[in-house]
């Protein structure tokens, strides 16, 4: 019987509004001021994203007897990490206008296809590990870890300064 995950569509729920944002940052036809406003939007989500995905999904993804399984939390782990050493490299004031365009190009390639990968690959697999229950338990420690992240205060640190790499 096809099993519908209520936790792999709140992750899917949040691909859609990240998609909507890496969009614009890669578009070229917008001014590097809107793509940097855009990337501003960006930020609290993906942070809060990937966070609570590491704290909720990939860790039990750990916790499961399938090397599979494990292997696809690490990989997704080390790509976060990736992604954020290429976040802190945008955010440092050395990077010339055209430098941060490419960046941001990378970031939306990067995480794009991170999205695409976990949507395609690893969501399904996981599912086979899941029943009614742990799905039930899961995507409600995956809503619950918004407060949190949202208390870390992205929003403030990074929305509320004016541009330091233009
Ligand atoms: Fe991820
Ligand atoms: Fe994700």
């Known amino acids: 019987m ?19 944002e890496l969009n614009l940052l890669k578009e070229t036809d917008i001014s590097q001021l809107d793509r940097q406003l855009c990337f ?21 993804m750990k916790s499961q007897d399938d090397e599979n399984l494990n292997f696809m939390a690490y990989e997704g782990q080390t790509k976060h990490a990736m992604v954020d050493q290429l976040i802190e490299d945008m955010l440092s004031e050395n ?6 365009s490419a960046s941001a190009k990378v970031l939306a390639d990067s995480v794009g296809q991170h999205l695409d990968e976990e949507e395609n690959e690893v969501f399904p697999y ?6 009614s229950d742990k799905d039930a ?30």
């Open 40 to 60: 501003g939007r960006l930020l609290p989500l993906l942070i809060s994203h990937t966070q609570r995905e590491e704290k909720v999904v990939y860790s039990f």
């Open 95 to 100: 990077l010339t206008n055209q430098e941060w």
């Open 2 to 20: 096809f099993f519908s995950s209520q936790l792999v569509e709140a992750l899917k729920a949040d691909h859609k509004k990240l998609r909507a």
């Open 137 to 166: 338990e899961l995507c409600l420690r995956y809503e619950s870890h918004y407060q949190d992240s949202d208390a870390i205060g992205y929003d403030e640190e990074y929305l509320s300064e004016t541009p330091r790499w233009s």
């Open 126 to 131: 996981l599912k086979r590990h899941l029943d």
